[in-house]
């Protein structure tokens, strides 16, 4: 009984004796490991035996990254987008995101500054918004007051014709209506079909009075322009002769008022006709002034 009591009480044959005097030398108190068993890890953790596998959770905590194979310890994060690029790319994308943005904000302030209301801003830039605006994106409406085209305008012209035969006079050739075939059923009509003799007399009548005088130093310019287009235009048919003197006239009509309306409108068309002109070489396109060399 006494060898026994002697055993369990810490006796150095034993099985417990090991065990406690490796919990007591372990102890915060202890102030080491002297009394570790040889073979033990120093580190805090346990020492695994063999055939044992590592805790990811413990290894690598609860956070770690999983990859495509489970949970990875110290690897770099993914970036996507600008951020993924190399520092040199960046710089690039950066500069290129900032000059789009930044030709985007001008158009839109050019683009509103042009339908606004005149103000100040308008009076003292107003021909830098037109020569932005004009004729890529040119607006037919005006913020705040839309004014619709309520007439329709035509322009004509005939030409007097120098020929074996003497001189005589061709009928009236609506410019504005093969315009109009040229835009009719046409997906992607051109601008020159939209807009080159539309605004060509819109200039024109803007820069001269009621009776075709020139309120301005831009009514020679206008009167040159239209000149040039017609001749243009009239460059496509053949007369049998020399184009001497040419006469435009513009015909305006009212937009009929809608059914429902009860507003009486009248359609009887307006001309406006315009003094003869001789052709110079200055008019005549520039195959028509190779043909005369």
Not at 214 to 219: D, H, L, S, T, W
Not at 225 to 245: A, F, K, N, P
Request: aromatic content about 6%; glycine content about 12%.
């Amino acid at each position: 009984m006494d060898s026994n009591d002697d055993r369990g009480a810490g006796g150095g044959s034993g099985s417990a004796g090991p065990g406690v005097q490796r919990r007591e030398d372990a102890s915060p108190d202890s102030g080491g490991l002297a009394g570790s068993v040889p073979g033990q890890g120093t580190g805090s953790g346990p020492e695994l035996g063999p055939g044992a596998h590592a805790d990811p959770d413990h290894a690598c905590g609860t956070d770690a990254p999983t990859g495509p194979c489970g949970p990875s310890c110290g690897s770099a994060p993914v970036h996507a987008g600008i951020a993924g690029l190399s520092l040199p790319y960046q710089l690039v994308a950066a500069a290129a995101l900032a000059v789009i943005g930044l030709i985007a904000c001008t158009h839109l302030a050019m683009v509103f500054l042009h339908v606004a209301p005149s103000n100040t801003l308008t009076k003292q830039h107003g021909k830098a918004v037109d020569d932005w605006v004009y004729p890529e994106f040119e607006q037919n409406w005006k913020l705040f007051a839309p004014n619709p085209l309520q007439q329709n305008v035509a322009v004509h012209v005939r030409a007097e014709i120098a020929g074996p035969q003497g001189r005589r006079t061709t009928a009236w050739m609506s410019l504005s209506g093969e315009d109009g075939k040229g835009i009719r059923g046409n997906l992607l009509p051109s601008h020159v079909h939209q807009n080159e003799l539309r605004r060509g007399w819109d200039f024109y009548v803007n820069s001269h009075d009621l009776q075709n005088h020139p309120n301005g130093p831009r009514g020679g310019l206008s009167e040159r322009y239209i000149r040039r287009i017609v001749m243009l235009r009239l460059s496509g048919h053949d007369y049998g002769g020399t184009v001497e003197r040419i006469q435009v006239r513009s015909e305006v009509r009212s937009v009929t008022a809608p059914p429902w309306s009860t507003e009486r409108i009248s359609t009887k068309p307006v001309y406006r006709v315009l003094p003869w002109w001789t052709v110079t070489p200055e008019d005549l396109p520039e195959n028509a002034k190779e043909a005369d060399k």
